[in-house]
């Protein structure tokens, strides 16, 4: 997967459970989880979301990866397939 | 039983709810409704909230129009051939602070005030008083609130029984500042006092502020002059000002969160007990079980701390309940209230029913529900009644520890700060180890210091034994 795919699939996934936020303000290496005020369950929805989109499973150990969108999107590209 | 319709009243949904309006009728004249039916939706200054019917029976008629704001006990529909509830659905706890009428139970045993056709007519600035059964109160109390020209159905009584005493009166004269001439007048002219403007000093009611409140009272909705409500007052300016904006709400949410606080730190003498406790076995067995299943079954740590602060709550029910009347009242089940903040700002605490008997999978959707339509503003009115013990659970956003404030009438509300990693001795050698600082903050009146470490000690070791959750 292209880093510029698993990008387009955080921020989808972003736009889910945060849909009142402008995502395009967000900056890529800033921590998603304060910005979009995301607690436990948000970021819990937001990772299935990515999940079934990816067709990776991610685990609860992959969530230190998944704090900003630039570094989800390098993580994600590396460990899913091609999509 | 048949005969007498039943009303169906605005119900109190929350300590803090003095007032609310039909959003959305969901049955007519005719329909047939069963006791839990969904009935109406009602706007409460938070959220909307779908309240069920406490009786069986056909509905006669409908008394309140749709967005007309009335105060909590007015009279909203009439329902024929209703059987009497076989208990209070809602209970007496959730009688609001400064309640009109004595609470639900009590009211049981006296007579109904006949029903009214029209009870919500009245004018704005004027808002409907549902004629509610008067308090009991001794002859020297009515002398001193007549003289003060206060209307005594109006008073919160905190005596036995809802008994009005004389420093209620005392208390709900100075509620809002009017000369005494005012107050009579405006007892005359049958005036809410907390919906007039005051002129005088400091914003003082003067006896010309209620003539001019009654004039307009007889003029069209429009024509209400905005006034300042007194916080215990039910907020008539609200009914006026048409269509609830945005800002609107979350003014009336900010107002109404500071009654019940305000209320809270008046009238409960809290005390606070914490505990630091090691979640490494909370967290790995959480982990294993998470590692076996799909994404969307998993648990979060928030639904093992909830779980054992129900199951705690059970084992200690002292802490479990209302402070009523000057007596404890333990609730049924453990219905935990769970504070939840809105996506820009605001904070709303439904209940999750019967937690410490539902198994965590059960209790993480229901979780996820509740959470959902908090947010959505679409709760139910026993969710929003129902709550035994409140927890907030804080550390969501990073804070180590939480000293929070009671929600009254409960006796208890326990905090949860971030599951974060520090030094921890056990068995002599100096570890690494998540560990959660658990809060409790109790009513003094309801239980000692001693129950409450009770309360903490069981936390921690059902969390140190999370299989068993």
Known sequence: ????????????????????????????????????????????????????????????????????????????????GPG | MTGEPAQFRMPSLGADMESGSVAEWLVHPGDQVRRGDVIAVIDTDKALIEVESFHTGVVDSLLVDAGERVPVGTPLA???????PSEPRVPTPTAPPARKRPPARAGKKRPQPEPQPEPVAGPPG?????????????????HLAEQRGLDLATVHGTGPGGQVTRADVERAESRVKASPLARRIALDLDVDLAAVQGTGRAGAIRADDVRKAAARAGEPREAAAPAEAAPAAPTVQEAAAGEPRLE??????????????????????HYYLSSTVDMSAALGWLRERNRDLPVSQRLLPAVLLLKAAARAAKEVPQLNGFWIDDAFVSGNAVNLGVAISLKGGGLIAPALLDVADRDLDDLMAALRDLVARSRAGRMRSSEMTEATITVTNLGEQG??????????????????GKILDRPWAVDGLLGVRPVVTVTLAA???????????????????????????
């Open chain 1, 1 to 80: 997967m292209t880093p510029q795919r698993a990008r387009e699939l955080i921020e989808r996934a972003l736009a889910q459970v945060a849909p009142e936020a402008d995502l395009t303000a967000l900056p890529p290496d800033a921590d998603f989880r304060d910005l979009l005020e995301l607690d436990s369950l948000d970021f819990l929805s937001f990772v299935e979301t990515l999940s079934d989109a990816s067709d990776y499973r991610i685990e609860e150990d992959d969530y230190p990866a998944l704090t900003t969108v630039a570094g989800g999107a390098d993580f994600l590209a590396a460990r899913a």
């Open chain 2, 78 to 84: 009439l329902i024929a051939g209703a059987a009497p």
């Open chain 2, 126 to 142: 004027h808002p409907p008083q549902p004629t509610p059964p008067p308090p009991i109160t001794s002859p020297i109390v009515r």
């Open chain 2, 248 to 269: 609107g709400r979350r003014d009336a949410m900010r107002q109404a969160i500071a009654r019940a606080m305000a209320r809270s730190k008046r009238e409960i003498p």
């Open chain 2, 399 to 416: 804070v180590e520890a939480v000293h929070g404030v009671i929600y009254p009438p409960q006796v208890a509300l326990v905090g949860f």
């Open chain 2, 443 to 469: 009513d003094h009146r309801a239980t000692d210091g001693f129950t409450g470490g009770r309360f903490l000690t069981t936390v921690d070791r059902l969390l140190n034994h999370p299989e068993g959750l």
